[in-house]
Structure formats: structure tokens, C-alpha cells
């Protein structure tokens, strides 16, 4: 979709009441503004936003794989800096994003700002396209130094050039649960890995007809991919981020005995028959299980805990609530010690195409805590950045406010999901294909891992 004309009237009234940026007129000082009573640009505080310069009559486009209705909130969350600057962002999703952005610099035809959604994309885009990739201006480098994690900015970092800033952010190493089913059996939260397995073992004895964990990774086209997820955030506890990371890069064997070992120990849960798949089935039954339906055995009483990201909060019933004292929540899927606390999570980074002024000032802005705070006002739940400028009480959602805290909290070793690192026909292939049949049919860690290992890229 794209933006050919600048919003106003009521539209942008609406979401500029809740940016928290209405302070006073912006150009004159007058209640109002000069530009009439029904120009809302006149009632943005625009002196936060002169370090971006007089940018009126410039055009920027944007093309992402973020479409509708998510499109909506990208785009008004840009309004401060449209009405402030002068400038015109020209927003393009498409589904097909992946696929048509090299296709686009093959040809010629760019866009001047781009949403990568994978780091090792970001790193086949610079390799195959080194002219067409344009460096962090200055601006940019010091906002992701000042704002950001050193893990987050090395991931938007190919050869020591830091290329592409975070933009939105999402945390994967939760477990949901019943706050209300945990104290009425007395549960507590598990804050090592083995305690999260004697609590499992304790729901077992406690209530025999009833399994302590639902899974499911059926999803469409891309089913196996949460499979994969459980592997990376074991992976990221029994082997310890540094072999995560030769694992991911194909510096060691997919098969190493390593990768082995966290594969069985997920089997440990996902294989075994007493602890899967609550009000589901059998093992199984995950592989055909829809991945956004089947925590729902947790508020119907069929299960206890279910693995899944923070923006699972989205397949939740209406009308549950999600906080900590509601009717779901999640906890951190623990370590091996209390002090063993890896992360695995997920985003996308904003790179340039080109190095004109204002191409560079809406980079920098996009890097930008103003930016950040805008989009969380506009969002309402479900949308969280790891800029640690962000203000924490903007996000609507306490699940969104946890995964924030996490996201900022330098005593959490962060990693970015590993397939969406990995070459394409691993990461989004192999690794699905192979982790189905695993679940499936009983085909055991090595050879699953053996196979995937054979489909690597040879170049």
C-alpha cells in the first residue's frame, strides 16, 4: 500500500492526542498555530525534532513486509516527524517483500528505506549488492550506541560497518500459564531448568488425567518453525550462546553432538508421553496442531504450560486478560542456574539505500527514542523495541512491559532466532521440513539433524 498525500484532519488529531507530544504550537507560539484551527500539525512541540532540519518538499519511501492492519500503526507513528520536518514518507508493504526487494536493486529501482526482517538477509543484501547498501550515517551509529544493546547493534553490523538500526523487537523464551491454576495448587514460577522439569513432573502426579504441556507447530506453509524455536532456546541453555552462535554460522556441524544433546532435551518434553499434548492428543498430534490455537488448553483446563513468544498474547480469547493476577500470563523459560539467562528473540533492522539528507535524518529518527515512545503510543499492545529509551509505561500490555525489561536487562545474554540467521533453504526449509518429521513420526535427534546437515549450502 502506499501514501501518495500527507494525512491531517481528524486521522491525525486522533493519534497525535496520544503521543504525548502535544505541548504547544510548533512554529509561532501561538495557541493554535498559524495554520488554522484545523491544522493539527500546529499542535506538535516540533523543537525536539529541528536536529532533523527543514526537510519540506522531501520525499522518502519505505517498503517493508509490515502490511495492514500493522501498516496502519507504522505510518502514524511517522506523523511527528512528517509534520515537524516537512517531509513526505511514502510507505510501501508487500507480502512478497523478501522476494522483490533484490529484484528491486537488481533493477535499479530501490527504495530509499527498507525493513529487513533477518539479519543473515542484511548480510546477503551487503555481500550481493555492496553499492546499493548505504553505511549508518553518524546520527544513526550514535543512537544505536546510545539506545541499544552491543548484541543488538553487531546484528545490524556486517564487517565491522554498521549498516541497519533495530526497529521492532519480540522475546520468545516465555512460558504461558494459569496464574489462577498455579495458586490453586500451590506452583510456583520455575527459576532454573531443572525446577521447570520438577515442576512438570509435580503436575504429573498432581493431576494424572491431565498433561502438563500443550504444543503445536502446524502453521500452513511454514510449519515446523516453532519446533525450531524450542530447539534454539535450549540450544541457547545446555550449550551456551558462544556454541549458539558457531551453530547458527555453520562453524560447527548442524549435527554437532551438542546440537544433539539440546535436541534430545527438548524431546524430553516435547516426546514424552506423559507430559504432551494436553486436551490435544499425542506426541503426535503437535505436528498437526495449529500453533496459534494450542495454548488454548491452558484457560480450558487441559494443560499447564505452554512455550511461546510475547506476541502469542495476540491468539489469547478477547476476553482473557493477560497480566501476572489474569487468566494467562508468561514467565521466563529458565536457564540452567538463575544466573544463566540467555534470550532468544526476534525483530527487524532499518537499513538505507540511500545517503541524501533526508533520507539519513529519518534514519536517525526511526533509531530514535521520539520514535520509539510514537510507535508504542499508537500500537495499543502487542508491539515492544529493545530501545532502551523506549518508555516503559507507553506499552499497554504487561506481557509487552515484561518483554521490555528483558529485552533492556544487561544481565540477559540476547540472541537472535538462529533460522532466521541460518541460508534460506535451511532455516526457512530444511530445519521446518526436518523438525516435523522428528515430532512425527518418531524420527530420533541425530538423524534429524544428520539430515539437515547434509542440506546445508555447500557456497
Known amino acids: 500500500m502506499k501514501r501518495m498525500q500527507r494525512r491531517r484532519g481528524l486521522a491525525l488529531a486522533a493519534s497525535v492526542a496520544g503521543l504525548g507530544l ?19 500539525a500546529a499542535t506538535f512541540d516540533c523543537a525536539d525534532y529541528e536536529q532533523y532540519g527543514n526537510l519540506e518538499g522531501k520525499t522518502i519511501s519505505v517498503y517493508t ?5 500493522e501498516a496502519q500503526e507504522q505510518e502514524a507513528s511517522y506523523e511527528p516527524f512528517e509534520e515537524c520536518t516537512g517531509a513526505e514518507i511514502e510507505y510501501e508493504g508487500s507480502r512478497e517483500f ?5 529484484v528491486r536493486l537488481e533493477a535499479g529501482n530501490p527504495p530509499d528505506i527498507a525493513y529487513i526482517p533477518q539479519p543473515g538477509f542484511l548480510r546477503s543484501l551487503v555481500q550481493d549488492f555492496p553499492d546499493a ?14 539506545y541499544y544493546t552491543e548484541g543488538w547493534v553487531e546484528y545490524g553490523t556486517v564487517d565491522g560497518t554498521l549498516y541497519a538500526t533495530p526497529l521492532g523487537a519480540n522475546v520468545k523464551s516465555f512460558v504461558w500459564y494459569s496464574p489462577s491454576a498455579f495458586e490453586e495448587n500451590g506452583y510456583e514460577v520455575p527459576t532454573t531448568w531443572q525446577e521447570l522439569l520438577d ?9 494424572p488425567d491431565i498433561k502438563p504441556w500443550c504444543a503445536g507447530i502446524e502453521s500452513g506453509d511454514a510449519t515446523g518453525w516453532p519446533a525450531t524455536d524450542w530447539l534454539e532456546d535450549v540450544v541457547l541453555r545446555t550449550a551456551g550462546p558462544e556454541v549458539y552462535d558457531q551453530w547458527v554460522n555453520h562453524e560447527i556441524p548442524f549435527d554437532d553432538p551438542q546440537i544433539v544433546e539440546a535436541l534430545d532435551a527438548v524431546g524430553g518434553i516435547l516426546k514424552n508421553e506423559d507430559y504432551v499434548n494436553g486436551g490435544l492428543g499425542d506426541v503426535a498430534s503437535i505436528a498437526s496442531a495449529p500453533w496459534n490455537e494450542a495454548g488454548n488448553g491452558i484457560p480450558d483446563g487441559t494443560c499447564f504450560l505452554h512455550r511461546a513468544a510475547n506476541f502469542y498474547q495476540a491468539n489469547w480469547d478477547e476476553g482473557l486478560e493477560v497480566a501476572e493476577d489474569g487468566d494467562v500470563y508468561a514467565f521466563y523459560l529458565p536457564g540452567e542456574s538463575e544466573e544463566d ?4 528473540g ?10 541524501r539528507e533526508e533520507v539519513q535524518a529519518f534514519h536517525a529518527y526511526l533509531s530514535s527514542p521520539q520514535w520509539a515512545n510514537a510507535k508504542a503510543e499508537v500500537t495499543g499492545q502487542g508491539w515492544i523495541s529493545a530501545n532502551n529509551g523506549l518508555d516503559r509505561e507507553l506499552l499497554q500490555s504487561p506481557i509487552d512491559q515484561l518483554s521490555f525489561d528483558l529485552l533492556t536487562d544487561e544481565t540477559y545474554t540476547f540472541r537472535f532466532d538462529g533460522s532466521d540467521q541460518m541460508p534460506g533453504s535451511v532455516g526457512a526449509g530444511s530445519f521446518w521440513r526436518e523438525m516435523v518429521s522428528w515430532i512425527s513420526p518418531g524420527q530420533d535427534s541425530q538423524t534429524t539433524l544428520s539430515n539437515i546437515e547434509a542440506s546445508w549450502p555447500s557456497s
Do not use: R, Y
Request: proline share 8%; glycine share 16%.
Open 199 to 207: 515442576l512438570t513432573d509435580q503436575m504429573v502426579e498432581d493431576h
Open 346 to 355: 526476534g525483530g527487524e533492522f532499518v537499513t538505507a539505500f540511500s545517503d
Open 133 to 146: 547498501v548505504q553505511p549508518a550515517p553518524q546520527s544513526v551509529i550514535d543512537n544505536a550506541n546510545e
Open 65 to 69: 513486509s509490515i502490511v495492514d492492519p
Open 98 to 102: 523478501e522476494a522483490q526487494l533484490p
Open 22 to 40: 502535544v505541548l504547544t504550537a510548533c512554529s509561532d507560539g501561538g495557541e493554535g498555530g498559524g495554520g488554522g484551527g484545523d491544522d493539527a
Open 341 to 344: 539467562k540467555p534470550l532468544l
